[in-house]
């Protein structure tokens, strides 16, 4: 499992509240992801860093933040969630290996937004 | 924006029966292309890479440049076979796209 963890691993939310999910990994990789997961749109990415401090969008990226303060740690935030934003979050981290697109996945979170 | 392509939302076959799942990918570049399978309420689970060429679980991939495809296919399906199946292409800034998915049914 490319010692990735997700927390939590279930939530239920009320809409307009903030939710903040967090990734953590253990083996020190540079590149961490964030998808959302949906009937009839697969895997869509919505932040990604390249490093601590270093983030950027993806193709879902509105309404949602991100933060990276440590290696280790990757942080998603709903800053005030909607009913749209129920889904399945993973979070992936790139392998090591010299020039591989190759991702690993966290188990998945699964938010609803009531 | 690279794409890739999964045109069968569901593949239902009988047990025993051979099981193809096509891929068509938009990448320019020099594709390094994966298979990811996910088991019920699973993380997903790199299934193969086109790189090592190797035969996982009896799935095979075979990259067609030409027809910028990367179909998965197994001759005979299992049971356990049963699972929701992603292609994924290689994207501009180290990610990687995926297919919408493809979820296979075993029956008996």
């Known amino acids: 499992d490319a010692g990735i963890t997700q927390s939590p691993r279930h939530k239920v939310t009320e809409t307009g509240t903030p939710v903040t999910l967090r990734c953590h990994q253990t083996e020190n990789h540079r590149y961490m992801y964030w998808y959302r997961q949906d009937p009839g749109h697969g895997l869509r990415l919505i932040h990604y860093s390249y490093g601590v401090k270093d983030t950027d969008k993806g193709e879902v990226s509105d309404g949602y933040s991100v933060s990276r303060s440590k290696t280790e740690d990757f942080l998603l935030t709903l800053e005030s969630a909607t009913s749209s934003q129920t889904s399945v979050y993973f979070c992936?981290?790139?392998?090591?290996?010299?020039?591989?697109?190759?991702?690993?996945f966290g188990p998945g979170t699964r938010l609803t937004v009531t | 924006a690279q794409r890739v392509t999964q045109p069968e939302k569901l593949l239902s076959v009988f047990k025993g029966a051979p099981v193809e799942l096509k891929c068509n990918y938009s990448?320019?570049?020099?594709?390094?292309l994966f298979w990811y399978v996910q088991y019920s309420r699973q993380r997903l689970q790199l299934l193969l890479r086109h790189i090592s060429r190797e035969s996982i679980k009896g799935f095979t991939a075979d990259l067609n440049k030409g027809e910028t495809s990367f179909h998965l296919k197994k001759p005979f399906a299992q049971e356990e076979d049963s699972a929701m199946y992603y292609c994924?292409?290689?994207?501009?800034?180290?990610?990687?796209?995926f297919g919408g998915g493809t979820r296979v049914l075993v029956k008996p």
């Open positions: 992936a981290i790139r392998s090591g290996e010299r020039s591989s697109y190759e991702q690993y």
């Open positions: 994924a292409s290689p994207a501009a800034g180290n990610k990687l796209t």
């Open positions: 990448y320019s570049g020099s594709p390094e």
